[in-house]
């Protein structure tokens, strides 16, 4: 996939929004987001969510997958775009649990980039 519209590695964003949230520690709500450049680096000033260890973490291979995929000419967001946090949820002993939908989008617009078909 070569990227549209003229679209450099640096006008990528990594996305990662939150579908489901509930009894989370960290005041995490739905429709909040994790934004990260194509590095996988996290950018705090354009997240919307609350830090948190538990959720990076779990993101973290997906960056690093994303990283790969993009060198090798692919769309950065696999089949694999659904995560979730480390608690355990309120169920099973912990304190909650939260669920993310990656997504890739282009920072100059907003807008998401569809995979292709």
Known sequence: MSLPNAMTPEDLRLV???TRAFHCANKIHEDETFVFDHKGRL???QSSANLC???ICKLQPALMMAQDRLAE???PVGRYAHFD???TGI???GTGKVYVEMSL???RTGQEVPKPE
Do not use: K, P, Y
């Open 105 to 107: 989008v282009d920072a």
């Open 91 to 93: 169920d099973h002993g």
């Open 43 to 45: 950018l705090a000033d």
């Open 73 to 75: 000419g692919l769309h």
């Open 85 to 87: 946090c480390f608690d």
């Open 16 to 18: 990662a929004t939150v």
């Open 53 to 55: 260890i538990g959720m």
